[in-house]
């Protein structure tokens, strides 16, 4: 049975679940279930600190896991990437009082406050800069006013709460992450994994496409599939009328809208969208 853990709470753990009963899991599962079989599946889900994924991963007690990348390299766990979901995503940013410092230079022989010193410690090591870390579990943005640190390294997403505290972001982002799944740094290839991967596969695919269905003249239909290219190639069907053909394709969510007005404008007829549930490439 293939043992996978899942957040059970945080930005990760309502988008990892929807996107696991997206899959076809968990379809019996409520939100305080600690452990959960699907026997239908083979698969037992069990419910996770974030924090703590990479570990059970890494050790090779869980065999994979949905955590953050900023969790997975601050543990240092024996466990790699192998599918980045596009969910939850954020940033890794050095900030300190305004007029500090300029660059992360700047902070050299300072005190930096965080949660994630595993992360800090390797890329300050990398980019040779001398200062002390302070490990936090929360709250690192009052380090400075509180006088624990002189600048901090934090998750952000829009920046708001450190410019509330009097902080401003220094140099470019230390780490951009997003939820992952993760394995054991060296696991054997296993088909139930290859499954599990190629279902979360499916989702993000199914989330990113649509179908557009349309009717095009056939002096024009050549012009209509560059358009529309779908993933291998349209389909194309002759219809009762031999001057007009039918077409189906998958395009992206995102430049439907454009696509179609591009479809109108060539003389294509009857668009229709339909989202996608479920699918394999």
């Given at each position: 049975m293939l043992r996978v853990a899942v957040p059970n709470k945080g930005q990760l753990a309502e988008p990892a679940r929807q996107m696991l009963e997206e899959?076809?899991?968990?379809?019996?599962?409520?939100?305080?279930?600690?452990?959960?079989?699907?026997?239908?599946?083979?698969?037992?889900?069990?419910?996770?600190?974030?924090?703590?994924?990479?570990?059970?991963?890494?050790?090779?007690?869980?065999?994979?896991?949905?955590?953050?990348?900023?969790?997975?390299?601050?543990?240092?766990?024996?466990?790699?990437?192998?599918?980045?979901?596009?969910?939850?995503?954020?940033?890794?940013?050095?900030?300190?009082?305004?007029?500090?410092?300029?660059?992360?230079?700047?902070?050299?022989?300072?005190?930096?406050?965080?949660s994630y010193a595993g992360v800090l410690e390797d890329y300050l090591a990398r980019e040779g800069i001398a200062a002390r870390v302070v490990k936090l579990d929360g709250a690192v943005e009052n380090a400075v006013a509180l006088?624990?640190?002189?600048?901090?390294?934090?998750?952000?997403?829009?920046?708001?709460?450190?410019?509330?505290?009097?902080?401003?972001?220094?140099?470019?982002?230390?780490?951009?992450s997003e939820a992952l799944v993760i394995r054991r740094t060296g696991a054997p290839e296993v088909p139930a994994v290859e499954t599990f991967l190629r279902r979360l596969h499916s989702v993000m695919v199914a989330r990113a496409y649509v179908l557009v269905d349309y009717d095009i003249r056939v002096e024009h239909?050549?012009?209509?599939?560059?358009?529309?290219?779908?993933?291998?190639?349209?389909?194309?069907?002759?219809?009762?009328?031999?001057?007009?053909?039918a077409v189906r394709a998958m395009v992206p969510a995102a430049d439907v809208h454009r696509i179609m007005d591009e479809l109108y404008e060539l003389g294509a007829r009857g668009i229709l969208v339909t989202d996608i549930h479920a699918c394999r490439l």
């Open positions: 899959a076809g899991y968990l379809r019996s599962a409520t939100t305080r279930d600690l452990v959960v079989q699907d026997p239908d599946n083979d698969v037992e889900f069990f419910f996770l600190r974030p924090r703590d994924i990479a570990i059970y991963v890494g050790e090779g007690t869980l065999d994979v896991g949905l955590t953050g990348r900023d969790m997975l390299l601050d543990s240092r766990a024996q466990a790699d990437e192998v599918l980045a979901l596009g969910f939850a995503p954020s940033t890794f940013r050095l900030a300190a009082p305004r007029g500090r410092a300029q660059e992360p230079r700047d902070l050299a022989g300072m005190t930096i406050a965080t006088g624990v640190a002189d600048a901090v390294a934090d998750v952000v997403a829009t920046g708001t709460t450190l410019r509330k505290a009097g902080l401003e972001l220094v140099g470019e982002p230390i780490l951009v239909l050549d012009r209509a599939c560059e358009l529309t290219p779908g993933i291998e190639s349209p389909t194309v069907s002759a219809l009762h009328d031999p001057a007009w053909s």
